[in-house]
């Protein structure tokens, strides 16, 4: 009987902890997106590689400035 005393009330701030936790996910939006997760699996890892790779090579070229050749 004792045990109750302390059982009961630990398992209350386990669960107001487990609310708190999930409110929290739901304020951080983890449920907003639900069908990418599902879609990744199908895309392939070396095209999206390829379209990243392609994205960084237009952010540098864009970032460099032109380069000043003089003719030989």
Request: proline share 8%; hydrophobic share 45%; no cysteine.
């Amino acid at each position: 009987m004792n045990a109750l005393y302390f059982l009961i009330p630990m398992s209350l701030l386990i669960l107001v902890g487990a609310v708190a936790i999930f409110l929290w996910s739901l304020r951080r939006g983890q449920y907003e997106d639900m069908e990418s997760p599902a879609h990744s699996i199908l895309i392939d890892d070396r095209e999206q590689s390829l379209r990243i790779e392609a994205k960084l090579a237009e952010k540098s070229a864009a970032a460099e400035p032109p380069s000043q050749q003089t003719p030989p």
